[in-house]
């Protein structure tokens, strides 16, 4: 037996890495400094969007884009049952209603036809935003929901947390490159260490949208300024001093750090050769379990591989299986209805069938660079010989 444990994903910190962030340990700053706007401007060039805003994590990121868009408890917003719990949460956090919308079996990914049925059945302006999920490298056709959206008067926060370098193939067909905003009005990445780009916690929004960008930039701290703005006229007699600041908003301390940022930028110059790396794991999975009674995630062109998910009959039995060779294989996700919470609000069991059937048998299989081919070749003989 492998002694060594293998997960189903980890970070790769290289000595760069290690270089870049103790630089900044020993600079003049570690929380707010110069290194955040740099690392924005390089995500920004590397993804194709006009703006980033840093911050703690993805959930940050996701619940200060509900506040930009102004989500409110009379906001209704649609999302896939298949994801983190944070694509819908950021909803709940602003007082809006979450309305599940069920997968195509094909792609994992929200099914447009039942967006499109469930929006039908409501007057226009009865849903306000709909969330699409880029669900494990693959990426969604945000060009379809961006029409549809216009459609029904709905923005798109595009949750793009497993597909930075991914991109999909638009109606002329151009890359479009996943998170870049064209279609979307605001895209989301985390940098959780088992995600492309690692910082230990943190995350990126970006957006084009320059008002979008401001009021983010604004609630990322507290929704506080140090210039003088729009209450200056009443503060004339204490707003003279260099000490100045004034609260406009409230917002919260989403901030990343310089540290962090400086791991980021050091990550950033390695995603694309990461990425290869991942492509090359997901075609040696391919052709192994080619033949076998596996079945093998869908894959299209512009896939980022963040999982590698097969799906089998006997799921229970392989994943005790690989942990006791020390495969440490994970479940991507318990469908975010079933979670008590939510069913408290209503949602049940059969709600989703597709997205149930798939849980039933699906599991994430170690996918990361730094995975040798010894490594993975211990994964599949392990998986084939059971």
């Not at 469908?335 to 709600?351: I, W």
């Not at 069938?353 to 599991?363: G, R």
Request: charged letters at 20%; a neutral charge.
């Amino acid at each position: 037996m492998n002694s060594k444990i293998i997960p189903y994903g980890r970070q790769t910190i290289s000595e760069a890495d290690i270089e870049a962030v103790v630089s900044v340990l020993k600079s003049d700053f570690l929380t707010q400094g110069p290194t955040i706007p740099i690392f924005e401007e390089k995500f920004s060039e590397y993804i194709g969007s006009n703006y980033s805003v840093a911050v703690s994590n993805g959930t940050a990121a996701l619940h200060l884009c509900a506040m930009a868009l102004g989500v409110n408890n009379k906001s209704r917003v649609i999302t896939t049952p298949l994801t983190f719990a944070a694509s819908a949460n950021c909803i709940r956090y602003c007082g809006g209603e979450v309305f599940f919308v069920d997968i195509d079996p094909n792609t994992f990914l929200l099914d447009i036809n039942k967006v499109r049925a469930l929006l039908e059945k409501h007057p226009k302006g009865y849903f306000q935003g709909i969330i699409p999920v880029d669900f494990a490298g693959n990426t969604i056709d945000l060009e379809a929901f961006r029409k549809l959206a216009d459609e029904f008067g709905c923005w798109i926060i595009e949750d793009a947390c497993h597909a930075p370098g991914g991109y999909f193939i638009d109606s002329k067909n151009k890359k479009q490159k996943c998170g870049n905003s064209i279609f979307a009005d605001l895209a989301i990445f985390s940098f959780h260490p088992v995600k492309h780009i690692a910082t230990g916690e943190g995350g990126m929004i970006t957006t084009n949208n320059k008002e979008f960008y401001e009021k983010l930039i604004l609630l990322r701290t507290h929704g506080i300024v140090k210039e003088q703005n729009k209450y200056k006229n009443n503060f004339d007699d204490i707003a003279q001093g260099g000490w100045y600041y004034e609260m406009q908003e409230l917002g919260y301390n989403y901030r990343l750090t310089d540290f962090q940022a400086a791991l980021g930028i050091s990550q950033l110059t390695r995603a694309d050769k990461n990425l290869e790396r991942r492509k090359t794991l997901a075609k040696r999975y391919d052709t192994a379990f080619s033949n076998s009674k596996i079945i093998k995630p869908p894959s299209f062109e512009g896939n980022a591989y963040h999982l590698y998910v097969i799906q089998i009959t006997n799921r229970l039995d392989l994943y005790n299986h690989l942990r006791e060779n020390n495969i440490f294989p994970q479940v991507h996700y318990v469908p975010v209805h079933l979670m008590p919470y939510y069913q408290q609000l209503g949602h049940k069991k059969g709600d989703y069938p597709m997205v149930e059937a798939y849980y039933e048998k699906c599991l994430s299989i170690p996918m990361y660079p730094s995975l040798s081919n010894e490594e993975q070749e211990h994964v599949i003989q392990t998986i084939l010989k059971f």
